[in-house]
């Protein structure tokens, strides 16, 4: 199973329209970015999503923390997240969202904590990582994010 264009379209959208000045632009790139993500999975095209987050989360993060950090930069990275908004801190458990960092530069082998909680986390996450990137930045983070979650399901594939 590969990842489409369409599912790296669908992800471009949804992140660029997390950083969008206006509230218009935002609402216009979320219906834009739902409709796409709508027609995958009617298209039963939505497996290898979660790798492709996963992925882009990964990376983001290892750009933004490495080669050298600190578990007291990952609490106030999570910190200043979860005080965006009353909303934002409910979305966000603060072990949850520290764990995936850590787990993402490699510090941690815990599951924890459930499947959709980890997705939401490395979501959540994901947009504050690239809050700053241009598209240009956002394009090539998705191509190796991309390369990388195929990569992962071809290893998955083999054993």
Request: hydrophobic share 45%; glycine share 4%.
């Amino acid at each position: 199973m590969a990842i489409s264009d369409a599912m790296v379209t669908a992800m471009h959208t949804y992140l660029s329209g997390l950083h969008s000045d206006s509230d218009a632009d935002l609402n216009a790139t979320f219906d834009e970015s739902d409709r796409q993500f709508l027609a995958l999975l009617k298209a039963d095209q939505i497996e290898g999503l979660g790798e492709l987050v996963l992925a882009a989360f990964t990376i983001a993060t290892r750009r933004r923390f490495s080669p050298t950090w600190s578990p007291a930069e990952i609490v106030r990275f999570v910190a200043y997240v979860r005080s965006d908004s009353p909303e934002m801190a409910a979305l966000l458990p603060p072990v949850a969202a520290e764990n995936q960092l850590r787990i993402a530069l490699g510090s941690a082998e815990t599951p924890f904590p459930e499947m959709e909680a980890r997705g939401r986390a490395q979501m959540v996450l994901l947009n504050a990582l690239t809050s700053s990137y241009s598209p240009q930045e956002l394009t090539a983070l998705l191509s190796d994010a991309r390369a990388m979650a195929e990569q992962a399901i071809d290893a998955s594939l083999r054993n």
